[in-house]
């Protein structure tokens, strides 16, 4: 398994905009400067009022496929 870690901040009003569609992905920029690009859907459980603001966690499997994302 790999691990990726990241800081992530973004507005309830941005995140909006992949809730309904209009951008369907997240590039995110890990600890070891790599872009990543998540389904915005994945992120749902951690929208608040706020947005999504906080320290993550993406594993994947050897072949790079999603396993889980976990908030830190």
Known sequence: MKQ?????NIS???????????ASSIL????ERL???LPASRFRPYL???GIK????LITDQNNK???LESL
């Open 35 to 37: 872009k990543l690009q």
């Open 4 to 8: 990726y870690c990241f800081n992530l």
């Open 12 to 22: 309830y009003q941005n995140y909006l905009s992949h809730y309904t569609g209009y």
């Open 28 to 31: 995110v920029v890990t600890d």
């Open 66 to 68: 999603f396993i889980r």
């Open 54 to 57: 906080g320290r993550f966690r």
């Open 48 to 50: 608040t009022q706020l």
